[in-house]
């Protein structure tokens, strides 16, 4: 329909970058609203744009999570040239199963039944409810507004939760219980702050009283929590380009009942094109921590985040926490990723049921060769080259609808051992 008021270009009217353009149009968007889309463009029209501004506009789009593909056009009439979104919208709305991998490890899975919504009210909204069984049950209530007053731009969120969770050092489950408040603002498309607040009842079994703050098995837990983060990346589930820093600083415990520290969190990624769709992507993740931890709030490397050549060791070793009372962990990474099958949109027009779950899903194929290396340590003396573990290898990234990246890489260590990883989304 918006055709026929916007003719299409003509082959005499090829349209050369950069280009005016006057207006915008959105197609396909039924129950996304139109703001949730039209802010994501950092332009005010009528603007004059060229093929990187026009690839910025479709990635923050897709950055969304909320469509299956997002296509760009441009349309003439007369003078005036508009750009038009085509939108594929995913289902946003179901009871779905709960079947996921704890801590990158496929022992570790979970499975239950979620009810949630990905777009409530048509503005981005995620509220989500449901529990899970296997791997560290639990249950939770999430709310999640990333985007609350057109001009304000307010972050909005809250969770309730209740879990059991498998203790790090010894073989026992901590019974957690707690709330978190989430209250921030996105100062730009990019940069954004945030502060968060909770507070986790947690209780210990009573052979392990002990080690709990209280002495009595339950400590009652608050965290508050300062984050700042500059996102720049292309496109979130594979970025080749940008650079994204995060840093967060957080304080546990105001009183003698409870575990009292400072925790200094460090992200940092830079992707860099250097040949069409090839490009570098490198990271530095690393934790500080100030004051000794409780048992069951120590870090390692090995769980979320792992060494790959070392996929299945933990750092520090977890018999050692007497000795590393109060880690510090540091992870680099380099990768260069490369296009192997360009992606691909395929769609089953005639599906039985839910026909919008079937709508152009993507297939496609990359690569990737890395290095990385990683340490835990306490003391100066302890950081030092020798203790270091690296690992390096190559694998196969699969573009697929709805996982986004499955990774079949191989992996080798200092010494020459070699891996197999099976992981699902991109390492960093």
């Not at 009810?115 to 409810?129: A, D, L």
Request: proline letters at 5%.
């Amino acid at each position: 329909m918006l055709l026929q008021f916007f003719k299409p270009v003509k082959a005499q009217e090829i349209i050369t970058l950069p280009t005016r353009i006057d207006t915008v149009f959105l197609i396909g968007n039924e129950h996304t609203k139109s703001n949730v889309i039209l802010r994501e463009i950092p332009f005010t029209f009528p603007d004059t744009l060229d093929e990187t501004d026009f690839l910025l506009i479709k990635n923050r789009i897709q950055n969304l999570y909320l469509f299956n593909r997002v296509e760009l056009h441009l349309s003439c009439k007369q003078q005036n040239t508009a750009l038009i979104i085509s939108v594929t919208e995913s289902w946003y709305i179901y009871p779905v199963p709960i079947f996921f991998m704890n801590e990158r490890d496929w022992n570790k899975f979970s499975y239950g039944l979620q009810f949630t919504h990905y777009n409530f009210r048509g503005k981005n909204e995620k509220i989500s409810v449901g529990g899970w069984l296997g791997y560290n049950p639990g249950f939770f209530i999430n709310y999640f507004n990333p985007w609350l007053g057109e001009k304000k731009r307010i972050i909005l969120g809250f969770s309730l939760f209740h879990n059991t969770h498998s203790n790090k050092i010894f073989d026992f489950d901590e019974k957690r219980s707690g709330v978190k408040f989430t209250l921030g603002r996105k100062i730009t498309l990019k940069l954004k702050t945030q502060f968060e607040f909770s507070l986790t009842r947690i209780c210990l079994p009573e052979l392990y009283h002990n080690f709990s703050e209280s002495g009595n098995g339950t400590d009652y837990v608050p965290k508050v929590s300062c984050q700042i983060q500059y996102d720049g990346r292309d496109l979130y589930e594979y970025p080749r380009k940008g650079y994204y820093g995060n840093l967060e600083i957080q304080r546990t415990g105001f009183n003698a009942n409870q575990p009292e520290f400072w925790r200094f969190k460090f992200d940092n990624r830079i992707y860099i094109p250097i040949y069409k769709k090839v490009s570098v992507a490198a990271r530095n993740y690393s934790i500080f921590n100030k004051d000794k931890l409780p048992i069951y709030d120590r870090v390692f490397l090995g769980y979320q985040e792992r060494i790959r050549g070392h996929y299945e060791d933990v750092y520090p070793a977890p018999e050692l926490y007497r000795t590393f009372d109060s880690p510090h962990i540091l992870l680099n990474s380099l990768e260069v990723r490369f296009p192997i099958i360009p992606i691909h949109y395929f769609s089953w027009d005639n599906a039985p049921l839910f026909s919008n779950l079937y709508q152009n899903l993507k297939f496609g194929l990359s690569g990737g060769v890395f290095i990385e290396g990683g340490i835990a340590w306490q003391t100066r003396q302890q950081f030092a080259l020798t203790n270091f573990n690296s690992g390096y290898g190559a694998g196969l990234h699969f573009h697929l609808p709805y996982a986004n990246i499955l990774r079949l890489d191989y992996a080798w260590n200092e010494k020459g051992e070699g891996q197999f990883i099976v992981d699902v989304g991109v390492v960093f």
